[in-house]
């Protein structure tokens, strides 16, 4: 925030979900440790809630963190401020005919299930939330794409359409649950001291 503030970049012109997922994630950690140390069952149930409760705001924002409009400022429709030469929609319902309406018609749990892998434990949490956020962003255009096409009509769902918001919830899954998984066996190690890199 230190080095924001002194480019004298306005706040509200950035994104905090990096942040966001990787305090959650700090936060899990220490969940979990508080609930490997309880000492009683109650502090053992207190932290077991905490540790749930703090596990679904991560949840939260390692889904947002799938759905390319949120990493972008074309986050509902393009902006007619912007250069449009593929002359995606302006449409302001866009965002919520493609995440909500869409998806509730469409997109069965069933179908993504399959398609989440297992958990596996990060080598470097921040720079495995960078490149899943990347990713995500990389498919800004490609979902303006398919909205052009007539693929997120919530009346008519069609194949490319949902398959593309598919994979999405899929890697979401796969990330929150490598997310969870690392933070359970980085709770079990020794807490790394104030110089540790």
């Given at each position: 925030m230190e080095k924001v503030s002194a480019k004298r970049i306005e706040l509200a012109k950035i994104g905090y979900l990096p942040y966001a997922i990787l305090e959650n994630y700090g936060k899990l950690v220490?969940?979990?440790?508080?609930?490997?140390?309880?000492?009683?069952?109650?502090?053992?149930?207190?932290?077991r809630q905490n540790?749930?409760?703090?596990?679904?705001?991560?949840?939260?924002?390692?889904?947002?963190?799938?759905?390319?409009?949120?990493?972008?400022?074309q986050y509902n429709g393009w902006l007619e401020t912007s250069p449009n030469p593929k002359g995606f929609t302006?449409?302001?319902?866009f965002h919520n005919r493609y995440e909500n309406l869409y998806v509730n018609i469409a997109v069965e749990a069933t179908v993504v299930r399959p398609k989440v892998q297992g958990p596996?434990?990060?080598?470097?949490?921040?720079?495995?939330?960078?490149?899943?956020?990347?990713?995500?962003?990389?498919e800004v255009e490609p979902a303006y794409e398919l909205e052009?096409?007539?693929?997120?009509?919530?009346?008519?769902?069609?194949?490319?359409?949902?398959?593309f918001i598919v994979n999405e919830l899929a890697r979401?899954?796969?990330?929150?649950?490598?997310?969870w998984y690392t933070a359970w066996l980085e709770s079990?190690?020794?807490?790394?001291?104030?110089?540790a890199k």
């Open positions: 220490n969940a979990f440790r508080f609930w490997r140390n309880a000492k009683t069952p109650e502090d053992r149930e207190s932290a540790a749930v409760y703090v596990a679904g705001v991560l949840g939260h924002y390692v889904g947002d963190g799938s759905m390319p409009m949120h990493l972008s400022i302006t449409d302001r319902g596996q434990r990060l080598a470097n949490v921040w720079d495995s939330i960078k490149q899943y956020l990347g990713l995500a962003f990389s052009k096409a007539g693929e997120f009509n919530p009346q008519q769902p069609r194949p490319k359409g949902t398959e979401a899954s796969t990330m929150l649950g490598s997310l079990g190690e020794p807490i790394p001291g104030p110089n």
